[in-house]
Nanobody, 122 residues
Framework: QVQLVESGGGLVQAGGSLRLSCAASGRISNINAMGWYRQTPGKQRELVAT???????NYADSVKGRFTISRDNAKNTVYLQMNSLKPEDTAVYYC????????????????WGQGTQVTVSS
């Protein structure tokens, strides 16, 4: 019903920057909270940043002051600007969106993207 497609991952040197994008498409009536999470092998997926429908934001302590989450509601897209990257930021980054699906009886469901690899070399 709904797809999330991420882009923007890659390899960057420590201190560099990357910008991730995640576009939602499909039967969308509305999108409430959106967010970014990351996961490394053998560890649980962890929250990086979230943004509400009114653009209130929340960040993990480890990324505060370095990462910025934003959204474009007209494009159903969420972004993550990552600056001053560190090797410990290396992970697969996943976007998440709480979507109100446009059906005869609308319902809310949390969708995930397929993940994009971010690798920061020292």
């Amino acid at each position: 019903q709904v797809q999330l497609v991420e882009s923007g991952g890659g390899l960057v040197q420590a201190g560099g920057s990357l910008r991730l994008s995640c576009a939602a498409s499909g039967r969308i009536s509305n999108i409430n909270a959106m967010g970014w999470y990351r996961q490394t092998p053998g560890k649980q997926r962890e929250l990086v940043a979230t943004i509400s429908s009114d653009s209130s934001t929340n960040y993990a302590d480890s990324v505060k002051g370095r990462f910025t989450i934003s959204r474009d509601n007209a494009k159903n897209t969420v972004y993550l600007q990552m600056n001053s990257l560190k090797p410990e930021d290396t992970a697969v980054y996943y976007c998440n969106a709480d979507v109100v699906v446009a059906t005869i009886v609308p319902y809310e469901y949390a969708y995930w993207g397929q993940g994009t690899q971010v690798t920061v070399s020292s």
